[in-house]
């Protein structure tokens, strides 16, 4: 079972057991018959090996940038019928840039009314949503504390990255926060499913611990820069089981950079509505059908066909979309990923299944709505 790994305060009771320390004086410790004996040297721990101390300044480094974050909720009082303001969860994320931006998971706040970041020194900020995109389970809020405060992430790359590379993953499970955990690259090119429905690609595996509450933590290669953000996991259980996703940090950073300008992602589109997937579905369709073909749009001048009545008032579907570039379009939300990573202006060819015949048709992709 693929779960998003989100701390909810109802569902994790964390227990804290007491232990009772007897003293005796610092020279002294008592046998069982009371006999008085000299306590025993402790000596210190000496030098750390070359890794451990790579990791020990790794995470001095990068804990810093990482934040705790708080979702709240509203629930009513059934006796007074106020609303009230409640804790609903608990994630993880980290400081973008010095200017107060914080990235995290969108499942992390998805629900929430409001949320607070809790910075590295306890300093804690009311957030506001900058923007999200529900189909890559990413979010920005912003905070509005001093940039000394804000010691923003390292980047790196993920295109180029290995099965077997030692990562770090830093963040907040069960409500314990800047909690390090360790592991190598377990595979790659893997998908998982949004909290949209739609696949997220090229997402990264990785066997470092991953639990609830630490969504929307960063995944950090062997230097300290961000390669991934912590998404999901696999278990039958909810906690950690060995596997566990990161989306990767190439796709991040146009998501954020996006979401930063203009509040949501900014892909060009096709200018073409298509009708529900259900629709399709129905007919048994190989693709998604054009149900509108926007005037003057790139899909008007490649001679798209819409769906209409003819004169006796029969439905006429229109164009059936089956591939970009060559890559299979199945469903509505698969057109978008197919175009996610083209600008404007740029030509793509298309194939279209009408009347039963595949066409295919060069479009100017226009710019986004």
């Not at 960063?218 to 259980?237: E, K």
């Not at 004169?311 to 469903?331: F, N, P, S, Y």
């Amino acid at each position: 079972m693929l779960r998003f790994p989100t701390t909810t305060f109802h569902s994790v009771v964390i227990g804290v057991a007491t232990a009772s320390v007897l003293l005796c004086s610092a020279a002294c410790l008592a046998e069982g018959d009371g006999t008085q004996v000299p306590a025993r040297e402790i000596s210190s721990r000496g030098e750390l090996t070359h890794e451990e101390r790579s990791v020990t300044e790794l995470f001095k480094e990068a804990s810093p940038s990482v934040v705790y974050i708080t979702s709240i909720g509203l629930r009513r009082d059934y006796f007074s019928f106020r609303a009230m303001e409640i804790p609903q969860g608990t994630g993880s994320g980290f400081i973008w840039d010095d200017q107060g931006h914080i990235v995290t998971n969108f499942h992390v706040i998805q629900e929430a009314r409001r949320a607070e970041v809790t910075l590295a020194d306890q300093s804690s900020w009311p957030a506001e949503l900058v923007g999200y995109a529900a189909e890559k389970d990413l979010a920005v809020l912003r905070i509005d504390a001093p940039p000394e405060k804000l010691e923003a992430i390292r980047l790196g790359t993920s295109h180029d990255l290995e099965v077997g590379r030692t990562v770090l993953a830093i963040g907040n499970p069960f409500g314990f926060d800047q909690t390090l955990t360790t592991g190598i690259i377990s595979a790659l090119g893997r998908e998982i499913s949004s909290v949209a429905g739609l696949p997220i690609r090229d997402v990264i595996q990785t066997d470092a611990a991953i639990n609830p509450g630490n969504s929307g933590g960063p995944l950090l290669d062997s230097a300290g820069r961000l390669i991934g953000v912590n998404t999901a996991i696999v278990s039958p259980s909810g906690g950690y089981a060995g596997i566990g996703f990161a989306i990767p940090v190439d796709t991040v950073h146009w998501v954020v950079s996006d979401l930063i300008n203009y509040g949501k992602l900014q892909r060009p589109t096709l200018g073409v509505e298509l009708v529900p997937d259900t629709v399709s579905r129905r007919f048994g369709l190989d693709g998604p059908v054009v149900l509108h073909v926007t005037p003057g749009s790139g899909a008007e001048h490649a001679g798209f066909h819409p769906t209409r009545r003819n004169r006796q008032g029969r439905i006429l579907l229109g164009d059936v979309v089956v591939a970009i570039d060559g890559q299979r379009i199945r469903k509505r939300g698969e057109l978008g990923l197919a175009l996610e990573r083209r600008t404007a202006g740029e030509t793509v060819t298309v194939t279209l299944v009408r009347d039963g015949k595949v066409k295919e048709v060069k479009v100017k992709l226009d710019g986004p709505g």
